[in-house]
Nanobody, 124 residues
Framework: VQLQASGGGLAQAGGSLRLSCAAS????????MGWFRQDPGKEREFVAA????????TYTDSVKGRFTISRDNAKTTVYLQMNGLKPEDTAVYYC??????????????????WGQGTQVTVSS
């Protein structure tokens, strides 16, 4: 299984970025895909997740209404569209995948596969 994250970079507050996570090696049934972020010295924080099969989504409260997680079945790619960026969104963003056993999970340790991370920096 490989997850290749891309799309990070530098944005001004109020700006937008779109992260991509290209997935391969997964059997795309009952797979959940998630985005997490991490600041140095802090725990990895849940951002958003979606069910590949059912299309349901969930977000952490701090990004609701600003971020949108979506997927492209043909490209086996998950996206995180980030609008209205704030300096506190600055972090390394990771995509993750797991085979579903329960509902969508917000817990990093429940995800089995991880991408390499992409840096997002938002300036004020």
């Amino acid at each position: 299984v490989q997850l290749q994250a891309s799309g990070g970079g530098l944005a001004q507050a109020g700006g937008s970025l779109r992260l991509s996570c290209a997935a391969s090696g997964l059997t795309f049934r009952n797979v959940d895909m998630g985005w997490f972020r991490q600041d140095p010295g802090k725990e990895r924080e849940f951002v958003a997740a979606t069910s590949w099969t059912f299309g349901v989504t969930t977000y952490t409260d701090s990004v609701k209404g600003r971020f949108t997680i979506s997927r492209d079945n043909a490209k086996t790619t998950v996206y995180l569209q980030m609008n209205g960026l704030k300096p506190e969104d600055t972090a390394v963003y990771y995509c993750a995948a797991r085979y579903r056993t329960t509902g969508l999970s917000r817990t990093a340790r429940s995800y089995d596969y991880w991408g390499q991370g992409t840096q997002v920096t938002v300036s004020s």
